[in-house]
């Protein structure tokens, strides 16, 4: 893989050349972990040891909420209005190996027949900057997941920190070295052997299950206890699903609207809540809330597998993070593993 | 690359409406787009996304026949929002559609054998669209025999096509209420539908049997079925889990991982055997 290196500085460079050549960045800011549009370089901060984001960047390729159709109404005849849609090429910059992978991975389900144009125009052609991870605690088990914290996959480009005033920039990509094209300027030569020494100092944290063991397990155990045991405590508030960088459930409602005109959208909808799958006669085939969690686990290290060969879970941590019961995602597949 | 909006509708005009029953509507529809209405074609069991703007989409079958294709029908019954917003309206007014979406009843390969169709309640809407399909190529298909039940009387829907279909000799035509649910001059059976079925069905031999209704019904009628000699893979019903894409996106229909908006929504009963019992 080619290597260059390129300083804090130039990094600055870079990111405002980007504005400027009409790329949408998407990045964190000092003052939030969480992600939104960056309008210049004094923004921006790549820093690997920062805590993952509240919640992941998916709102850009998958908003939280958007019109599908306008319609207006004309003396009975309904004129339907396609939303447009951004034309600009988005550039995640600083995504950490548990995100980067996160596009990849939803990509599947919005493009397995039907293909979802919402998604797809956002998503393609996006160009994800990677940077190792440096941060750990006791939520986070991406090595359980098949990444880990040094991995560029899922990354077009991947900086590595070397020093308080540079980074590697690995070329993991075809599309990432032609995206860096233009940008040359900036780079300096890089050294490998620099930043596979500082990569090998980074602590993988501890691998807490076999997903193959746990999706043959789920296989065979649809009825078991340990969803119970969750789901008794669980309050179904759907954190998990809004902060995770892979959930991609979706209401669709219309919004804002009278007989003369209004909306259709797209809304983020969570597989914990109850009215989910309820049936409009009543019936409920999930109508607890340990058959709604089992839905959760089975669907992230199971169903997701079976149909698109993909676990649907980064080792992230934020659903743990999160959850206002303290519910540990990766305790409960462990616990699962040694069921298994 | 991204090709078209998957999640615009198709305006379609109400040309006929039929009160079924207190609760339940049919709807006649034309596309009100001519290119449109001459590339749609469906197969018998597919269903689509209905909308009225404003209120939202709801899901219903297919209700009229792939070989009748000047229009589409769906029969539903006044449940929540959007069906209740779908009563208010009068011929001549637009709905949205969206499909045809799922797989089908396996028409083709019921061809030459009997077939025994088997429904409850407003189960008898994606029924009827094979019954008709079925009935449109009479030759194709050995012996027919419909059997149909519903809480009362007043709860039967297609009454006019029940008495065409009993008056017809090329077929077997069985109508049940449950017990009380009978009005003075009834002349059909009184009983729950898998105890017509044991009494009315044919052999299973060469036979597939096409059971639609409510779950209770189903899990009543397949013993039934079983006892009979119906080997799984000729037992099709269908599964009705709440939708909103229909496109194998939002997540919410599967059972398994089974999405039942593209991988169904009929199953011979040897697959829904296989799949978790979530439904
Ligand atoms: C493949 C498939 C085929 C189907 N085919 C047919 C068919 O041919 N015919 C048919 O009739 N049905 C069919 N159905 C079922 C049909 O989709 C639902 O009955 C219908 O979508 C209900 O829509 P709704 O908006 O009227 O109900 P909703 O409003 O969504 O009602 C859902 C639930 O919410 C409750 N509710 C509604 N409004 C409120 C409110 N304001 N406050 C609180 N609670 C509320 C209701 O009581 C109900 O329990 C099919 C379903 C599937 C999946
Ligand atoms: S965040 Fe916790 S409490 Fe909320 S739905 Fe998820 S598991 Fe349940
Ligand atoms: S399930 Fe939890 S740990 Fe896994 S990717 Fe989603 S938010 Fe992260
Ligand atoms: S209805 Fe949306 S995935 Fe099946």
Known sequence: MEEKIISLDNLSFFVNDLIKDNHIVIGQDSKEINWKRITGAKDIVVNSKNIPSNISYKEFVFAKTEPIIYYKNKKDEFDIVEPALPRQKLVFLGAKPCDARSIEIMSKVFNWDYKDKFFNERAEGSIVIGVACNYQDKFCFCTSVGLSPVTEKGSDLFLVPLDEKNFALQIVTERGKEFIQPYQKYLSDGNQAKSKEILSKIKNPEKRFETSKVSEWLTNNFEHKIFDNVGDICVGCGQCAFACPVCHCFDIVDEECDYSSGRRMKNWDACQFGLFTLHGSGHNPRETQGKRYRQRIAHKFKYYQDKFDEVLCTGCGRCSRGCPVGIDIAEVVAEINSLA | ?279
């Open chain 2, 1 to 279: 690359m991204s090709g078209s909006n998957i999640y615009k509708p198709e305006m379609m005009e109400i040309t006929d409406i039929v009160q079924e029953t207190s609760d339940t509507k049919t709807f006649r529809l034309k596309f009100k787009n001519e290119s449109t209405a001459k590339s749609f074609s469906f197969k018998a069991g597919q269903f689509g996304e209905y909308g009225v703007f404003g209120e939202g989409e709801s899901t219903f079958c297919i209700a009229s026949s792939p070989t009748r294709s000047e229009y589409i029908e769906c029969s539903f019954k006044q449940i929540g929002k959007v069906t209740t917003a779908l009563t208010r309206l009068r011929v001549g007014d637009s709905v949205g559609f969206r499909g045809p979406y799922g797989n089908y009843f396996p028409v083709e390969e019921m061809k030459g054998k009997n077939v025994v169709f088997i429904a409850g309640g407003i189960g008898l809407a994606p029924v009827r669209c094979v019954i008709w399909n079925t009935l449109d190529l009479r030759n194709d298909f050995k012996d027919v025999t419909i059997i149909y039940g519903a809480r009362s009387f007043n709860d039967l829907v297609y009454k006019r096509e029940l008495k065409e279909w009993k008056e017809r000799k090329d077929i077997k035509t069985v109508v049940t209420v449950d017990p009380g649910g009978e009005v003075p001059d009834w002349d059909g059976e009184i009983g729950f539908v898998p105890a017509i079925v044991e009494k009315v069905a044919p052999k299973a031999e060469n036979t597939v049997a096409i059971v639609c209704g409510p779950p209770i019904m189903i899990k009543f009628t397949i013993p039934v079925l079983q006892k009979l000699g119906f080997a799984e893979e000729n037992i099709i019903t269908t599964l009705e889990n709440r939708m909103k894409c229909g496109l194998g996106k939002c997540g919410r229909c599967n059972v398994g991982n089974v999405y039942v908006c593209k991988d169904g929504p009929v199953f011979t009963y040897a697959q829904m055997k296989e799949l978790p019992q979530e439904y």
